[in-house]
C-alpha cells in the first residue's frame, strides 16, 4: 500500500511539473502576443505614414525638380558635358531640407552657389521632398531640436559649452565666415555667407552636408556635442555689440583698410587740396631796388 502510494505521488508531482510548464509557455505565448499587439499597430502606422509622405514628395519632385536632377534623382548632364543638378543618391534628407528650407533650391538660375532667399516651398512640402530624398539612398537625417539645443544643459554647463564653441569656430570657421559670423568672398566666384540669421536647425544641416563650397563636418571631424557647442556660440554672436564703435558690418581688416584709404588718406588729401587753394597770398607791389 504504501509503495502504490509512494508511487501515485511521484506520478502526481511529475503531472504537476508537466502542467506548470505547459502553463508557463501559455502564459508567454499571450504575453507575447499583447505586447505585439500593442506596439506592431504604432510601428506599422508609422511606417504607412513615412511611406506616404515619401510617395507625397516623390509627386513634388516630378513636378518641381526633375529637369535638374532627373526622374530617379540620378542627376542630369548636357550633350557638352555639363551637369544641370548632381545626383541626390546619399545626400539624406538633411540636404534637400537644408536647401529648400533656406530658399537655395529651386535655383532661380544656374550660377556658382545657390542664394539664400524665401523658401518656394511650406514646411509640409519640404518635409515631404526631404523625406523622398533622404529614401534615395542612405545620408544624414534632418537633426532633432536636442541635438542642437543647449537648453537642457544648467547655466554653468551652458558657458563652458558656449566657450568651447567658441574656439572651435575661430579655429575651423573664421577663415570663410568671418570672426563675426557674416562671411565674405571665396575664389570663384563663391561666396561665404552671414551666418547670424541662420536657424540652428540649418546650421547644424550645413555642417553635416557641406553645401556650396563648404566643408563637411561629420561626426568624426566634429562630434555631436561640438557642433552643438558651435551653434551655441553664434548663437551669442547675434545680439554681440560693436565694443569697437563703429564696425563696418564687422568684415575685418579689408574693409577697414581701404575706409582708412578712401575716407582717411583721402580726406587729408582733399583738405591739404583745400588749404592751398584758400591760403593768403600778398598784393604788395615789390619794393624798389629789388627784384621782381
Same mark, same amino acid.
Given at each position: 500500500?504504501?509503495l502504490?502510494?509512494r508511487?501515485?505521488?511521484?506520478l502526481?508531482?511529475?503531472?504537476?511539473?508537466?502542467?506548470?510548464?505547459?502553463?508557463?509557455?501559455?502564459?508567454? /505565448?499571450?504575453?507575447?502576443?499583447? /505586447?505585439?499587439?500593442?506596439?506592431?499597430?504604432?510601428?506599422?502606422?508609422?511606417?504607412e505614414?513615412? %511611406?506616404?509622405?515619401?510617395?507625397?514628395?516623390?509627386?513634388?519632385?516630378?513636378?518641381?525638380?526633375?529637369?535638374?536632377?532627373?526622374?530617379?534623382?540620378?542627376?542630369?548632364?548636357?550633350?557638352?558635358?555639363?551637369?544641370?543638378?548632381?545626383?541626390?543618391?546619399? $545626400?539624406?534628407?538633411?540636404?534637400?531640407?537644408?536647401?529648400?528650407?533656406?530658399?537655395?533650391?529651386?535655383? $532661380?538660375?544656374?550660377?556658382?552657389?545657390?542664394?539664400?532667399?524665401?523658401p518656394?516651398?511650406?514646411?509640409?512640402e519640404?518635409?515631404a521632398?526631404?523625406?523622398?530624398?533622404?529614401? /534615395?539612398?542612405p545620408?544624414?537625417?534632418?537633426?532633432?531640436?536636442?541635438?542642437y539645443?543647449?537648453?537642457?544643459?544648467?547655466?554653468?554647463?551652458?558657458?563652458?559649452?558656449?566657450?568651447?564653441g567658441?574656439?572651435?569656430f575661430? %579655429?575651423?570657421?573664421?577663415?570663410?565666415?568671418?570672426?563675426?559670423?557674416?562671411?565674405?568672398?571665396?575664389?570663384?566666384?563663391?561666396?561665404?555667407?552671414?551666418?547670424?540669421?541662420?536657424?540652428?536647425?540649418?546650421?547644424?544641416?550645413?555642417?553635416?552636408?557641406?553645401?556650396?563650397?563648404?566643408? $563637411?563636418?561629420?561626426?568624426?571631424?566634429?562630434?555631436?556635442?561640438?557642433?552643438?557647442?558651435?551653434?551655441?556660440?553664434?548663437? %551669442?554672436?547675434?545680439?554681440?555689440?560693436?565694443?569697437?564703435?563703429?564696425?563696418?558690418?564687422?568684415?575685418?581688416?579689408?574693409?577697414?583698410?581701404?575706409?582708412?584709404?578712401?575716407?582717411?588718406?583721402?580726406?587729408?588729401?582733399?583738405f591739404?587740396?583745400?588749404?592751398?587753394?584758400?591760403? %593768403?597770398?600778398?598784393?604788395?607791389?615789390?619794393?624798389?631796388?629789388?627784384?621782381?
Open positions: 500500500m504504501r502504490l502510494n508511487t501515485a505521488g511521484r502526481s508531482r511529475h503531472r504537476r511539473g508537466r502542467l506548470a510548464g505547459l502553463a508557463m509557455l501559455m502564459l508567454g /505565448l499571450v504575453m507575447t502576443g499583447s /505586447l505585439y499587439a500593442a506596439f506592431a499597430p504604432a510601428q506599422a502606422e508609422s511606417a505614414s513615412d %511611406t506616404e509622405l515619401i510617395a507625397e514628395g516623390r509627386e513634388l519632385f516630378l513636378i518641381s525638380c526633375v529637369f535638374c536632377h532627373g526622374q530617379n534623382g540620378e542627376g542630369v548632364l548636357t550633350e557638352g558635358g555639363t551637369q544641370y543638378g548632381p545626383s541626390l543618391a546619399g $545626400v539624406g534628407a538633411a540636404a534637400a531640407d537644408f536647401q529648400l528650407g533656406t530658399g537655395r533650391m529651386p535655383l $532661380v538660375q544656374p550660377g556658382a552657389q545657390g542664394a539664400a532667399k524665401a518656394v516651398f511650406n514646411e509640409d519640404i518635409a521632398l526631404s523625406a523622398y530624398v533622404g529614401s /534615395l539612398g545620408g544624414p537625417a534632418i537633426p532633432d531640436e536636442g541635438d539645443s543647449i537648453e537642457s544643459l544648467d547655466d554653468e554647463e551652458r558657458e563652458e559649452a558656449i566657450s568651447r567658441g574656439q572651435i575661430l %579655429t575651423n570657421c573664421t577663415a570663410c565666415h568671418n570672426f563675426s559670423g557674416n562671411g565674405g568672398a571665396m575664389p570663384r566666384g563663391g561666396q561665404a555667407p552671414s551666418i547670424l540669421n541662420t536657424s540652428p536647425e540649418h546650421i547644424y544641416e550645413a555642417m553635416l552636408t557641406g553645401p556650396g563650397n563648404m566643408d $563637411v563636418f561629420s561626426n568624426g571631424n566634429l562630434t555631436p556635442e561640438e557642433k552643438r557647442d558651435v551653434i551655441a556660440y553664434i548663437e %551669442t554672436m547675434r545680439d554681440q555689440p560693436e565694443y569697437g564703435g563703429f564696425g563696418l558690418g564687422g568684415l575685418g581688416p579689408v574693409s577697414e583698410g581701404l575706409f582708412g584709404w578712401l575716407v582717411g588718406i583721402g580726406g587729408l588729401v582733399g591739404a587740396i583745400w588749404i592751398a587753394a584758400h591760403s %593768403t597770398r600778398t598784393t604788395k607791389a615789390p619794393m624798389k631796388g629789388t627784384d621782381a
